[in-house]
């Protein structure tokens, strides 16, 4: 499998408004947060993979496990994701994007219910086992 053809870029963004202030990702910048007028910040998952969209349509609503399930499963993922990032010897370039996911952050049901199912799209779609689960009804 030559997962070096799929190219994908994962971002998360705010919705702009007025300031935009960008998130230092080292030599590959791939978000930017900006500031509404109102303070209230709204988070964007933006996978640039024609076949997500699809896989997210055909999951359970994000009703179907609580904001904080979600959240803690996205914690343990995106450490993952970030450390096969951080040694592409070992993992080739697959994980070009590093996730800047911060856990201090609430980023919604939306945000972390479709970061929850891209890691899983990834596992099923091009058999990439980040985490080590226990069998689910789905």
């Not at 030599?27 to 996978?47: G, M, Q, R």
């Not at 080739?92 to 929850?116: C, K, P, R, S, V």
């Amino acid at each position: 499998m030559k997962l070096s053809i799929y190219i994908f870029l994962l971002a998360i963004v705010l919705i702009a408004c007025n300031t935009t202030k960008p998130i230092p990702k080292g030599d590959n910048e791939t978000a930017k947060i900006s500031e509404t007028p109102s303070d209230s910040t709204e988070y964007e998952l933006l996978v640039f993979d024609g076949k997500f969209d699809t896989f997210l349509a055909m999951q359970p609503s994000k009703e179907f496990y609580s904001n904080e399930y979600y959240r803690n499963w996205n914690i343990q993922y995106v450490s993952e994701w970030n450390a096969r990032h951080r040694n592409p010897l070992k993992y080739g370039n697959f994980y070009e994007t590093l996730i800047d996911y911060e856990t201090n952050i609430d980023y919604g049901i939306d945000l972390n219910h479709q970061l929850y199912n891209y890691f899983l799209f990834i596992e099923k779609e091009y058999g990439i086992m980040l985490l080590r689960r226990a069998k689910t009804a789905r």
